[in-house]
């Protein structure tokens, strides 16, 4: 009788405190932490947790609204790529050259996407130093539906990953245009593998990186404290300068000023401008990483530059040649896309138009002048205007960028920008 006595007293006092532990529930957050969260999730900024605070937060996912934003602009970014940018491309070349532009568009696509995620998201995306990415994120590891406080703390790392994935496979197509019809497909997959390695990944990380060497707005450590909204750097020119590098070194396409090399289909060439258009709005507004005011700002300066840009190149045609040409039109579009793309989160609708003015006069004299008097065959004209235009579009930037529209921005008293929201990175 004494044993069961112990025995029943041991077995009580081992499971009571199991019992203890497991019925008492977690404490709920209190009405102010909730408010707390609600705010932070408004006005992109972060939760407790995030900012360093003791406090639990009572939304642990990444927002909805914020994702659904970005896998929109991620699949309008792709839509630039196929169809927008192949039809554009496709309609400028040759009746015979169409399918070969086409299929160089789609294999890039595949093989950009397979170095993206084996490594390429890791050597832009994670920290390592201030020139090149870590390993961290290779093959995606450690990519899920939680976000990167890094870059936004609302959105999904993985959806983040796919919607810069898409500015990785446009910027290597886009040198096609100035080499188009002169290189085969097999060299064209080889010399973007190694561009991509030796080029966009590092330019990448050393403007967009958290810790990168030109990260003028999110690392306060940047020795150039470069801004470059949604890609006039990294996209526009690393490739518009690469093309021309390329289209030097491979020379003139056969029968180059000897026969008529006008563009086979100007109906493909509006389509595909019209798409282009269409899907930069996931390329500009969308590299604010939020649906918020200053996604709102990308849109508008975006839609303004772009017209004042291609009614400006057609009305010079009207000038100087009599008429203006659907091909002055599509021209003038593109060209003004590409130079209001590193400013459309910086600044307002007048510096837009001044932007979208000098994007139809500088280009088009880079692309009618210029190229005559160098003699270089940049076939599609990708230097003049994606080179040309970047560069005009980065130092225009500087210009014309203001804390007003974006208070990221913060001029100190040494000239350095410095973010003076703890909003999640727009870029």
Same mark, same amino acid.
């Given at each position: ?7 029943? /007293? ?24 909730? &408010? ?11 939760? @407790? ?20 934003? *970005? ?15 192949? !039809?554009?491309? @496709?309609?400028? &070349? ?21 170095? $993206? ?25 450690? %990519? ?38 002169? *290189?085969?497909?097999?060299?064209? !997959? ?22 990168? $060497? *030109? ?15 949604? +890609? ?33 289909? *100007? ?10 258009? %269409? ?13 918020? @005011? ?5 849109? /508008? ?18 000038? !100087? ?11 003038? #579009?593109? #060209? ?57 579009? #980065? ?9 007003? &529209? ?8 040494? +000239? ?12």
């Amino acid at each position: 009788m004494t044993l069961r006595l112990l025995l029943l /007293t041991g077995i009580i006092a081992f499971v009571s405190p199991l019992f203890a532990q497991t019925s008492s529930p977690a404490a709920a957050p209190s009405l102010e932490q909730r &408010v707390v969260d609600l705010e932070a999730y408004v006005t992109n900024s972060p939760r @407790g947790v995030d900012a360093g605070s003791a406090s639990s937060s009572n939304i642990s996912t990444p927002g909805p609204s914020y994702n659904a934003w *970005m896998m929109t602009c991620a699949a309008l970014v792709l839509f630039m790529t196929l169809p927008g940018l192949a !039809l554009f491309y @496709g309609g400028l &070349v040759r009746a015979k050259n169409v399918l070969s532009v086409l299929a160089q568009c789609l294999g890039i696509a595949g093989l950009v996407t397979i170095l $993206w995620w084996a490594v390429g998201y890791s050597l832009v995306f994670s920290r390592g130093c201030p020139f090149i990415g870590g390993l961290k994120f290779s093959f995606l590891h450690g %990519v899920d539906a939680r976000p990167n406080a890094d870059y936004s703390y609302w959105v999904s790392q993985n959806v983040f990953a796919m919607y810069q994935l898409m500015f990785a496979i446009i910027t290597p197509a886009l040198i096609i245009g100035a080499i188009a019809e002169r *290189m085969k497909f097999a060299a064209v !997959l080889v010399f973007v593998v190694l561009w991509m390695f030796l080029v966009y990944f590092p330019i990448a990380h050393m403007v967009w990186g958290i810790d990168g $060497w *030109m990260n003028g707005v999110w690392n306060p450590k940047a020795k150039i404290t470069a801004i470059d909204f949604a +890609g006039g750097t990294v996209v526009h020119m690393s490739s518009g300068w690469s093309a021309l590098v390329l289209c030097v070194l491979l020379g003139h396409r056969l029968g180059f000023r000897k026969e008529i090399m006008a563009p086979h289909s *100007m109906v493909l060439c509006m389509v595909g401008t019209g798409l282009l258009w %269409v899907g930069w709005y996931g390329f500009n507004a969308g590299s604010a990483l939020a649906p918020d @005011g200053i996604a709102a700002n990308a849109f /508008t300066t975006t839609t303004l530059a772009t017209a004042v840009a291609s009614f400006t190149w057609a009305m010079l045609e009207y000038a !100087l040649r009599g008429k203006p040409s659907v091909l002055g039109f599509c021209s003038g #579009a593109v #060209a003004g896309l590409v130079v209001i793309t590193p400013a459309c989160g910086y600044v307002g609708p007048s510096g837009a138009v001044t932007i979208g003015i000098a994007a139809g006069i500088v280009p088009f004299f880079a692309c009618t002048k210029l190229k005559n008097w160098l003699g270089y065959d940049d076939a599609l004209d990708t230097f003049g205007i994606h080179a040309v235009g970047g560069t005009l579009g #980065a130092f225009l930037t500087g210009i014309f960028a203001t804390a007003s &529209v974006n208070p990221n921005l913060s001029l100190s008293s040494t +000239g350095s920008l410095n973010p003076i929201w703890p909003s999640s990175p727009p870029r």
